[in-house]
């Protein structure tokens, strides 16, 4: 019943801008943390931002603090991430998951397909 859709993903030249979007169906965002993950090729994966549904309180990888954005909006069940001034680095498969913290190994029991981004001249 449970279904993130993640979208947004694509190709960006460094310091260009993505917007993903993260649309849930069969669960109210409200009631949930909610968060982005990526992972690269070969490497684990990374908590990128995660936002409180209670009070919108939000979470950056200290990789992306100050370049990302996470947003939300409860009446459209969709959460948003706005990648600013992308990096090479950046480049991986994103997806939003439930729940999210930035804590290495967490366990989540909800996430999307995933979206790409690749971030290259």
């Known amino acids: 019943q449970v279904q993130l859709v993640d979208s947004g993903g694509g190709l960006v030249q460094p310091g260009g801008s993505l917007r993903l979007s993260c649309a849930a169906s069969?669960?109210?965002?409200?009631?949930?943390?909610i968060g982005w993950f990526r992972q690269a090729p070969g490497k684990q994966r990374e908590g990128v931002s995660c936002?409180?549904?209670?009070?919108?309180?939000?979470y950056y990888a200290d990789s992306v603090k100050g370049r990302f954005t996470i947003s939300r909006d409860a009446s459209k069940n969709t959460v948003y991430l706005q990648m600013d001034n992308l990096k090479p680095e950046d480049t991986a498969v994103y997806y939003c998951?439930?729940?999210?913290?930035?804590?290495?190994?967490?366990?989540?029991?909800?996430w999307g397909q995933g979206t790409r981004v690749t971030v290259s001249s």
């Open positions: 998951a439930i729940p999210c913290a930035l804590i290495p190994g967490l366990s989540l029991d909800y």
């Open positions: 069969g669960v109210t965002l409200d009631t949930y943390a």
């Open positions: 936002i409180n549904s209670s009070d919108g309180t939000s």
